[in-house]
């Protein structure tokens, strides 16, 4: 059965926004989890998952309001933004599955060189010290420091990055075409007119 009515319309946007809503509350939650038992200490990586999810909570809450009244200046603003987030996402997972091993070590250079924090937790969790070369002078939380057995991190790091950032880039290119999917269903739902309302009054 065809999808083309005010009433089914309306239903799918509620929907979408409302997965949204779950994602976005989803990734406050394993952020603010992963900091409260330890798994991550840095706090500009808690602090952006959680910035990221307050912004698409937002975003979802306003689309979904819009949605079920019908708001057309809502649902404008919630149009353009989502689509200047489907334009950002989609970049970024195209540079995520298109990345070759030289940017790839690069960009985890520059990570690592950015935050202390995050090198303890790295090598913490990959038990490894050092990115390309293990200095013993300096401390290092890996329990393979204390009987002077680690190994470089980078190469631990780098057998798996690959993984991950197709990983990332497949998850957002999902995500990406259902932004763009919202997009759509938020212009056509725009322009229909509810038909609880007056008949003889534009929307």
């Not at 952020?31 to 698409?56: E, R, T």
């Not at 303890?120 to 969790?125: G, N």
Request: proline share 1%; charged share 10%.
């Amino acid at each position: 059965m065809r999808c083309a009515g005010f009433t089914c319309s309306k239903h799918c946007l509620c929907a979408l926004n409302i997965l949204y809503v779950m994602v976005s509350l989803l990734m406050i939650g394993i952020a603010a989890w992963g900091k409260w038992f330890g798994l991550v200490s840095s706090f500009q990586v808690v602090g952006g998952i959680i910035g990221v999810g307050v912004f698409l909570f937002f975003v979802a809450l306003a689309g979904l309001i819009g949605a079920m009244k019908h708001h057309q200046v809502l649902l404008f603003f919630y149009m353009i933004v989502l689509f200047m987030v489907f334009i950002v996402q989609f970049a970024v997972s195209s540079a995520c599955l298109t990345i070759n091993r030289e940017q790839q070590d690069h960009l985890l250079a520059v990570g690592w060189n950015n935050s202390q924090s995050t090198q303890r937790d790295v090598e913490k969790s990959l038990n490894c010290c050092g990115f390309k070369q293990v200095d013993l002078n300096l401390t290092c939380d890996a329990a393979c420091f204390h009987n002077r057995s680690c190994l470089p991190c980078a190469d631990t790091i780098q057998e798996h990055a690959g993984e991950v950032l197709h990983f990332v880039g497949g998850i957002g290119f999902f995500f990406s075409f259902t932004e763009i999917l919202g997009v759509w269903l938020t212009y056509r739902y725009r322009n229909q007119k509810d038909p609880r309302a007056n008949p003889s009054a534009f929307l």
